[in-house]
């Protein structure tokens, strides 16, 4: 008999997306959702917005991706004192010799294939409409007025803080599609690593360039959707209306295109139900409440199993958190509602973050018994 041996991936270039997310994953302690979700913002080309308290691995996470990608790249951190010459180039002296007004761009945003802006509410309004131009429309009128292209594939962005309400802001937070709280590290177990461990900065083996993203992005953009997905987006979007939430036709239109860059890298060939789990992060506009809402709607529709493991893992920080391990009663309590989770979880499919998920619980619950065999 031979031996079995898998068909290998319709899409070359997936699998260099497996390798990344596999070892951002691993070098970032409880990011994996950070990481997948810039993975597919990366692979539909919609911008990326992460806020979070200082200090919680976002540039460490949004550095590592753009050292990953080649290309042509820029990177700043805005503050209001930040000029236009600094992010679109100096105006040339060569051109106002001849009473021309032209910046010259190498080496700034509107040169870059992938950008890195860091505080991006900071951006002063001499920046910000050309900024909502860069982004949005990807082009660029260095100042001839003649309109030209970007090469711009992506931008990440990170704050420590959602903009305040207002047009202004309003329009530059609008153009990130993908948006997501990043919170600090929650499980003891992370929090352990994160002190105690050797504390590495994420080195992925291999890059990936422009030309690479453009493919992944075109088989993405290939996959169809199952009758049942395209079914379960309508009903999220028509439960969300119901509970007064209305991301923008534009918005729901994009989200559709990240569902579908989910899909491609979770290695589907068409896009499920499951893969809604990424909308969580698209269809909403008010970050103050609106996120809990649009999960709670999603988790009811689809049920997706990323977000049952990110529930029961919650679950279960809280039972850890609870529990005193001298108390025997509270102890033997406690393991067996660890004891339950863990059987909720080996319900789900198993993939990676289940089987992670699993083996986290049983090393916490052998802890637990530890712990309180211990205090006797
Ligand atoms: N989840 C994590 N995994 C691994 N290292 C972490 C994690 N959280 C914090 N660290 C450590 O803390 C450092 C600070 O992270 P980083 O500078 O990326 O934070 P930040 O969110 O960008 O903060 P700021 O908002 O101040 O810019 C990292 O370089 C790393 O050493
Ligand atoms: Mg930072």
Redesign the pocket.
């Known amino acids: 008999m031979k031996p079995y041996r898998p068909a290998p991936d319709p899409h070359p270039v997936r699998a260099k997306f497996a390798t990344a997310r596999r070892e951002l994953s691993a ?5 994996d959702d950070e990481v997948d979700l810039v993975l597919a913002a990366l692979v539909a080309g919609e911008h990326v917005l992460l806020v ?10 949004l550095d590592a991706l753009l050292a990953w990608t080649g290309g042509t790249k820029f990177a700043t951190l805005l503050t209001k004192f930040t000029t236009p010459e600094e992010v679109l180039g100096p105006v040339s002296l060569a051109g106002l010799k001849s009473d021309r007004f032209v910046r010259v761009t190498t080496g700034k945003l509107p040169e870059a294939e992938f950008c890195f802006l ?1 505080e991006v509410f900071k951006a002063s309004s001499a920046i910000l409409n050309t900024l909502l131009r860069v982004l949005n429309e990807r082009t660029f009128d260095p100042g001839d007025g003649a309109v030209r292209r970007v090469p711009l594939r992506l931008c990440v962005a ?1 704050s ?1 803080e959602w903009p305040e309400a207002g047009p202004d802001l309003g329009a530059l937070f609008d153009r990130f599609v993908v948006r997501k709280t ?1 919170a600090p ?1 929650r499980s003891r177990a ?1 929090r352990a690593r ?1 002190l105690w461990g050797p ?1 590495t ?1 994420p080195e992925l083996s291999g890059t990936i360039t422009p030309a690479e993203v453009d493919a992944a992005r075109g088989a993405a953009a290939a996959l169809p959707w199952s009758g049942a997905a395209k079914e379960a987006l309508e009903a999220v979007l028509g439960d969300l209306v119901r509970d007064g939430v209305r991301p923008g036709d534009r918005r729901q239109f994009r989200t559709v295109g990240v569902v579908r860059a989910f899909a491609f890298l979770c290695g589907a060939e068409r896009v499920e139900p499951e893969h809604l789990e990424v909308a969580r992060h698209c269809l909403w506009d008010d970050p103050h409440e609106h996120p809990e809402r649009v999960t709670r709607v999603i988790a009811k529709v689809a049920n997706p199993p990323g977000l049952r493991v990110a529930q029961l893992l919650l679950e279960a920080e809280g039972v850890l958190g609870a529990t005193d391990a001298r108390d025997l009663a509270a102890a033997a309590t406690g393991a067996a509602k660890l004891g339950e989770i863990e059987r909720q979880l080996g319900a789900l499919p198993g993939t990676g973050r289940v089987e992670a998920a699993r083996a986290y619980l049983r090393d916490q619950l052998r802890q637990l018994k530890l712990a309180s065999i211990g205090a006797v």
């Open positions: 070098a970032l302690i409880e990011r979070g308290p200082p200090g919680c691995a976002k540039s460490l996470l860091d990170a420590n990043v590290i992370g994160l504390g900065v």
